[in-house]
């Protein structure tokens, strides 16, 4: 065969093998863009927002220890000091464990249940160092293991909140039991009722940013029905029983505080301008608390108290935790000025008209504070009043969903704490003995004392 011949052979394979693969080298070509942008598609959670949620997490561990013990501690009498740290860190640690080991999946487990998240997360099944949660924003994520542990924070503190309310006669192992089971059976259920998407609370359309009904209402009332069950303290209106040191009350109300820019603004999850807002409103309602009460007090008793502001700090931080991202800077001051009067008159005057003994005014600062702050979310997100509501917000159709929320965790938390109380003081007994407690916890229940002399 010719030369010619031969490279005229060799052009016609090798034009009839292009024509055959063309489209295969087409399609590859359209093909990996479209590879590349399914990549692009899947967020990857931001290192700052990761950052920021690890920031605000341990700011909700300090809280509790030492911020919340240190409050309650300084109010009650010396002989008490240490039995209430070692219930807040030891109540603590519990829940961080029951917390993982179904805590989190009963509350966002997944389901679509409305009142229960389910068993798919148990001991944390499924989650890796991979595996991210959503944030209010699409197409934003962060890490699990960081949603998991802010919310770790909110399920230790919530519980030991409630012990504020019958401190200095409650049974430690009394203290515990109750604060597990309460978690199980009130906390993780109104937890995914009003955070989970598929929750019953969540899907009427309740606004709660940081907690007004998960966290302040259910501690709240759960207080209230334990210092009414547990009983008053021995000598209660005859003996002395002013707070031991109101030098610790301010530095654990501090720490409270400080804390709690963790608490509200870590509920935007991710670093972004509602962070912003929920960290302003929680320096402006507060500043509105602690001001409205010192002037209460100055009008009704003649003097400002160091007590007296340090209740209204925690009024207004409370009032404010549902409205954090929600409400606009007037707003936060609003509540805090509202807040601080209501509880007041709930710790000086309905207290002593029902006579019931709530050692450190669980109910009169966390139930009231966060009904108060619960209610005025509804109005205060209004745009007409400086809220980030949308356009078309309507206060009375949102205050309505607002009470409705109250309700069914005022309901909800009363009823069941109340079984539990009862579970409780046949299986271990609610409360010390008279001679214990007249010795103090420190020494009947733990065997030290907080002070020598």
């Not at 605000?56 to 209430?84: D, E, H, Q």
């Not at 820019?261 to 962070?275: Q, T």
């Amino acid at each position: 065969m010719s030369s010619f011949n031969l490279f005229h052979t060799l052009s016609r394979v090798a034009a009839a093998t292009t024509a055959v693969f063309a489209p295969v080298v087409a399609f590859a070509q359209e093909a990996a863009p479209a590879a590349t942008e399914v990549a692009a598609a899947a967020p990857v959670p931001d290192k700052a927002d990761t950052a920021f949620m690890y920031l605000a997490t341990i700011l909700v561990l300090f809280m509790l220890v030492p911020g919340l013990g240190l409050f309650y501690g300084g109010l009650v009498r010396a002989k008490n000091m240490l039995s209430v740290l070692m219930q807040c860190t030891v109540i603590g640690a519990v829940m961080m464990i029951v917390w993982v080991v179904y805590g989190y999946s009963f509350a966002f487990g997944g389901s679509t249940n409305p009142y229960f998240g389910g068993f798919a997360k148990l001991f944390l099944s499924g989650v890796t160092l991979d595996s991210t949660s959503a944030t209010f924003s699409d197409g934003v994520v962060i890490y699990e293991y960081a949603f998991i542990a802010f919310q770790m924070t909110f399920a230790a503190i919530t519980p030991a909140l409630i012990i504020g309310a019958f401190a200095e006669r409650i049974k430690f192992s009394a203290a515990v039991l109750f604060t597990v089971l309460w978690a199980t059976f009130v906390y993780f259920p109104i937890a995914h009722m009003v955070w989970d998407a598929n929750g019953l609370i969540f899907t009427m359309g309740a606004l709660d940013f940081a907690g007004g009904t998960v966290v302040h209402i259910n501690a709240g009332v759960a207080g209230l029905i334990g210092a009414i069950m547990v009983g008053k303290r021995t000598g209660f209106g005859k003996d002395m029983m002013a707070p031991h040191s109101m030098t610790l009350t301010l530095v654990g109300a501090a720490m409270l505080w400080f804390g709690w820019f963790g608490f509200n603004a870590g509920s935007n999850l991710e670093a972004s301008g509602g962070a912003v807002l929920a960290t302003i409103n929680t320096f402006l309602a507060t500043a509105g608390a602690i001001v409205a009460w010192s002037l209460v007090e100055t009008f009704t008793r003649g003097k400002a108290s160091m007590l007296g502001a340090a209740s209204g700090m925690i009024a207004g931080l409370v009032a404010v935790t549902p409205a954090a991202g929600s409400v606009g800077p007037m707003g936060a001051i609003v509540l805090g000025l509202i807040a601080s009067p209501v509880c007041y008159f709930f710790v000086s005057t309905v207290k002593n008209k029902f006579g019931y003994d709530d050692t450190a005014d669980v109910f009169g600062v966390h139930g009231i504070g966060g009904i108060i702050g619960a209610v005025g979310t509804g109005i205060l997100t209004a745009p007409s009043l400086g809220g980030t509501g949308a356009a078309d917000f309507s206060i009375a159709s949102q205050t309505t969903t607002q009470i409705i929320a109250v309700a069914i965790t005022i309901v909800w938390c009363a009823v069941v704490s109340a079984i539990l109380y009862k579970v409780v003081d046949m299986i271990v007994g609610l409360r010390v003995s008279v001679e214990a407690e007249r010795e103090g916890l420190d020494l009947s229940s733990h065997g030290e004392a907080a002070y020598h002399s």
